[in-house]
């Protein structure tokens, strides 16, 4: 089963979209990145995703990962 994604991206009419991994259009459109990246993460929580956040020339900002974590952080006793 592929890995389910989310991506902030910058729009080419202006504005912030954000993507399911593989769609060819928005799920939905913001005026600012910061907003695109808080509907982002409550997507990507919601279905256990990662998240990518891209830069306007569209490199990779930002990462992080809503799912099952393939490298847990190991608990310090």
Not at 17 to 37: C, E, I, L, Y
Request: glycine content about 8%; proline content about 6%; aromatic content about 8%.
């Amino acid at each position: 089963m592929a890995k389910k994604t989310h991506h902030v991206v910058p729009n080419p009419s202006g504005g912030w979209s954000v993507k399911k991994g593989g769609a060819s259009r928005a799920s939905k459109v913001f005026k600012t990145q910061v907003d695109a990246v808080d509907y982002a993460k409550d997507q990507a929580k919601k279905a256990h995703s990662e998240l990518y956040v891209h830069r306007k020339d569209g490199t990779i900002r930002e990462r992080d990962s809503y799912g099952n974590d393939p490298f847990p952080p190991k608990d310090e006793k």
